[in-house]
């Protein structure tokens, strides 16, 4: 895997709409192509890093990147909720944005190297876990077994159910989902994802879990992975905070004593978990 | 370092001459508004000569002061912080063309500038500014270019305020690092105290003769008497692991009740760093401005996040505040965020007492 640098940290770099797919209601993924060779040779990132989303006029988000770090386009799936999202749904093909990043630490990949990888996610947005998923698949004989783990309050909140179909057909791959409230023919458990925990199959010893969603449901993951025999430094986690500066100085994205623009967003769970299992900080 | 020299009171205009002479605009204590201020003077004659000021918790006032002095006090609301980040500044500046846009960094244009009366307990806040804005792997362009070219004349704090605690935090009421001069005001003038090259070039414009024993002696005594004078403290220097373990103090809601989230201290502290980043749009769109401005965790959109606030209540923002200062500090930063000045206590609107709040939280801890 390429080592991954910083390229634009100061200021964002007007970049090109090159395509933009329509994933569910209010949720949009924009193909970004960076201007010149030579940008597009040094740019590089990880899944679970970020970048800073600059709308002239209209302010910055941060988006995580969605894309595989080997294409050259760069996706970012966006979820139109707040002010900026909102102006960003209107944009199409032909137009500009500018970019910063990537920024912050994304999952462990290379750790996860060979070892069996536990996904599991809460809710909409989980984007940066699901480029995990992608990255796994695409490149299959390099990691152990994949169990996707997905949890979402009602049936017709998941999103890509075909994908999920999908996966679970490939080898050494499992998928369990459930929703809270579901619909006829609803093919998932219905209740809370955390006791489909118990039926994952992994190897504890050699595994590696990532975790994406509210904080609630991460701790409940993480205490049920840990029940399960797997080292609590095993499990990874995607915390998301208002970031503004993206370099660790504006502190609206303080946890404790981390900055999670910069520490994280995803953090080993025993960096965190003192502060994740009291809330409200 | 060179024997300290003295420069007789009506000597003070030559800092100022020799200061102009070297190209640097001066930033001075000012008695305006019924407060001490940092701004724009270029004469001696502009410092507050005889003012002493009386503060305490949600009070500040001036007054008559005994004798001839112009330092004969603690702080004003701030000092160096706004000097070097700025209450509201501009990061960069969007142009559209065509169908796409340009975007350049804003630079403030800085001249050299000289601070004249900065006090202990501000040099320690800017040291860990220092630390925040341009220690990490992202140093920020904007703070640099203000930071760079500061010379600071320090004064050594003689008349330290009810509210002050620096002696407990270990950052005053004496300098001891991170200035250019440091001058201690006596009856008939200041002695001088070196502390870097460009002090150093600075001082031998003003040939002073060197301190005598008696003048030293007087120096020392009266810094003694201004570190035995306060009243104030903080339970300790190392709060992080009580404060972390008592996040359900009772006294956290006691608090809230009296707090009004103004965000005062915030304002006031020499070391809060947070900032909001916002876009400011020409009517028409064509252009704009990205700002960053201060912000404070008792605001509304500190804790935001898509529709749900993190920290809702003062509770929560008051904890915020105050374990970050007093207990996370220590994970980013290697120490307290707090440097004693005791400013967030005097100008607090509900007169809330950092020093008593952290007594009350730390209590019985061993």
């Keep these: ?32 192509r960076l ?15 970020f970048n800073m989303l600059y709308l002239p006029a209209v302010g910055e988000v941060p988006i995580s990147l969605s ?55 809460g809710g909409l947005g989980c984007a940066p876990v699901l480029a995990v998923v992608h990255y796994v698949l695409r490149r299959r004989k390099s990691f152990g077994r994949l169990v996707v783990i997905q949890g979402v309050k009602h049936s017709r909140d998941l999103l890509w159910p075909q994908a999920y179909q999908e996966w679970a057909r490939q080898p050494d791959t499992q998928v369990l989902v ?20 118990e039926q994952a199959v992994f190897d504890t010893d050699h595994a590696l879990a990532m975790l994406c969603g509210p904080e609630g449901m991460m ?63 | 370092m060179s024997v300290p020299a003295f420069l007789p009171r009506p000597q003070l205009q030559r800092v100022f001459d020799a200061l102009q002479h070297l190209g640097y605009r001066i930033v001075g204590p000012v008695a305006r508004d019924g407060a001490l201020v940092y701004e724009d003077i270029t004469s001696a004659s502009e410092l507050p000569w005889g003012v002493a000021a009386r503060q305490d918790a949600g009070s500040f006032r001036l007054e008559a002061g005994a004798g001839e002095r112009c330092f004969a006090w603690a702080n004003g609301p701030q000092a160096l912080k706004p000097l070097v980040f700025a209450p509201v500044e501009p990061l960069w500046r969007m ?61 050594n704090c003689t008349h330290p305020a009810a509210t002050c605690f620096c002696a407990s935090t270990g950052d005053g009421p004496q300098v001891s690092r991170g200035f250019d001069l440091a001058l201690t005001e006596l009856d008939e003038g200041y002695t001088v105290a070196v502390g870097s090259p460009p002090g150093e070039k600075l001082l031998a414009l003003l040939a002073p003769a060197p301190a005598t024993a008696d003048q030293l002696e007087r120096e020392r005594a009266a810094l003694h008497r201004a570190a035995a004078a306060q009243t104030r403290g903080l339970p300790g220097r190392q709060l992080r692991d009580v404060l972390m373990a008592r996040l359900d103090h009772p006294r956290w809601q006691e608090v809230a009740e009296r707090c009004l989230a103004c965000g005062n201290c915030t304002a006031v502290c020499p070391t809060c760093f947070c900032h909001a980043e916002i876009e400011s749009a020409s009517l028409d769109g064509a ?23 993190l920290r809702p209540g003062t509770r929560e923002r008051y904890r915020q505040w105050l374990v970050h200062k007093l207990a996370t500090w220590h994970d980013q930063y290697g120490r307290s965020g ?21 007594a009350a939280l730390c209590a019985g801890a061993a």
């Design chain 2, 338 to 358: 707090c440097v004693g000045c005791g400013r967030c206590i005097t100008w607090c609107p509900a007169a809330i007492d950092l020093t008593e709040e952290a």
């Design chain 1, 67 to 121: 894309s595989d770090p080997e294409d050259e386009i760069l996706g970012h799936t966006v979820r139109s909720a707040g002010r900026v999202t909102r102006a960003l749904a209107r944009l199409q093909p032909g137009e500009y944005l500018g970019v910063r990043g990537p920024y912050g630490r994304g999952w462990p990949l290379q750790e996860a190297g060979g070892r069996d990888v536990v996904i599991v996610t």
């Design chain 1, 219 to 281: 701790v409940a993951a993480a205490r049920a992975l840990a029940a399960r025999g797997l080292a609590e430094s095993a499990i990874y986690l995607s915390m998301e905070r208002n970031m503004q500066c993206a370099v660790g100085l504006c502190g609206h994205c303080q946890l404790g004593g981390k900055f999670v623009c910069r520490d994280g967003p995803v953090f080993r769970y025993p960096e965190v978990k003192f502060l994740l299992e009291r809330g409200g900080l």
């Design chain 1, 35 to 49: 201007p010149t060779p030579e940008q597009r040779a040094v740019y590089c990132f990880l899944p679970g890093q």
């Design chain 2, 95 to 155: 142009e559209r063309k065509g169908a796409g846009f340009e975007v350049r960094m804003t630079q403030a244009t800085c001249r050299p500038t000289a601070v004249i009366g900065v006090r202990a307990c501000d040099l320690a806040a800017l040291a860990l500014q220092d630390r925040h804005f341009l220690g990490g792997l992202h140093a920020d362009a904007h703070y640099a270019g203000r930071r760079e070219d500061l010379l600071l004349i320090a004064v």
């Design chain 1, 1 to 32: 895997m390429r080592r991954c640098r910083m390229s634009a940290p100061a200021l964002p770099l007007p970049v090109e709409i090159v395509g933009r797919s329509e994933e569910a209601a209010g949720i949009f993924t924009l193909h970004l």
């Design chain 1, 178 to 197: 459930a929703a809270d409230a579901g619909e006829p023919l609803w093919p998932w458990h219905v209740g809370s994802a955390i006791p489909l925990i």
């Design chain 2, 287 to 309: 252009t704009s401005l990205h700002l960053r401005e201060w912000d404070s965790c008792f605001g509304e959109r500190h804790g935001y996040i898509h529709g749900k606030q």
